[in-house]
């Protein structure tokens, strides 16, 4: 018993008789003891402590890393730009040759026409003047 039991039990003595003193003050001791308990296990122990500052440094370990993967991302990111915008200039220049390309093909058919054309009627002067001559 501590100080203030003893003061208690001999209080209630006077009150109420010994042994009912004696059961009370024990009893009032058992629900203190109880309620103490209940209250230390909501209580933060150092090591509970020591841990959670662990789980902080690690966590900011891992934000720290997050933060160098996203800033990797995004040179990557600004990497793949430049290429598409690359690609897209290429893609401008092919189609500017198709365009040239198809137009040179236009020009060379006008010119095969003519070509085919004027040979036809060559042949046909050639056969006309052969059949004049037999």
Not at 24 to 34: I, P, R
Not at 73 to 90: A, N, R
């Amino acid at each position: 018993m501590t100080i203030s039991e003893i003061q208690l039990y001999e209080l209630l003595a006077s009150k109420i008789g010994r042994p009912e003193a004696q059961g009370l003050v024990e009893f009032v001791e058992t629900k203190v003891d109880k309620k103490l308990d209940e209250k230390m296990d909501m209580l933060a122990t150092k090591n509970d402590i020591n841990l959670l500052k662990e789980d902080i440094s690690n966590l900011k370990q891992d934000v720290s890393g997050l933060k160098q993967d996203v800033s990797g991302l995004k040179q990557d990111v600004s990497t793949l730009k430049q290429d598409v915008s690359l690609l897209k200039q290429d893609i401008s220049s092919i189609k500017q040759d198709i365009l040239g390309v198809k137009t040179e093909m236009a020009h060379v058919k006008v010119d095969v026409v003519k070509w085919v054309v004027g040979t036809g009627i060559a042949l046909a002067g050639v056969m006309i003047g052969i059949v004049k001559f037999l």
